[in-house]
């Protein structure tokens, strides 16, 4: 079963995908801008830690906080519960929301249009 984190624990392990391993006062200090207290960030590595989405590895009189779950594995699994939940799976009612809504560039049409090529010559 994939582990399961919130918006707030994703915004830490962001943190520690970017840079590892940190200490909980690095992950402090890359979290300011949240207006969260540092005992808020302690809660979450703690939460993230027994979810067994990071490790921690003791380093004198601190722990150095590295994260287990791949940022690539997280994000297909966010990424289809989306799609499962917004649009019963599929991509295609997707891309068709955005386009309805003018959200879709030149440039996000391109890439589209590459996309559908190369799934289309088995790249």
Same mark, same amino acid.
């Given at each position: 079963m994939p582990i399961q984190i919130s918006e707030a624990e994703a915004?830490?392990?962001q943190v520690l995908w970017e840079r590892q391993p940190l200490a909980a006062e690095e992950v402090c200090a890359a979290l300011a801008g949240q207006g969260w207290q540092d005992a808020t960030i302690k809660t979450l590595l703690n939460r993230l830690l027994?979810? #067994?989405?990071?490790s921690a590895q003791k380093d004198g009189r601190r722990y150095l906080y590295a994260p287990l779950l791949?940022?690539?594995?997280?994000?297909?699994?966010?990424?289809? #519960?989306?799609?499962d939940r917004m649009f019963n799976g599929r991509l295609a009612p997707l891309v068709a929301h955005f386009s309805q809504h003018k959200a879709l560039s030149q440039a996000d049409i391109a890439e589209l249009k590459k996309l559908v090529k190369d799934l289309e010559h088995g790249k």
């Open positions: 915004q830490v392990m027994n979810k #067994g989405a990071i791949a940022r690539d594995a997280w994000l297909a699994t966010e990424s289809q #519960g989306f799609l």
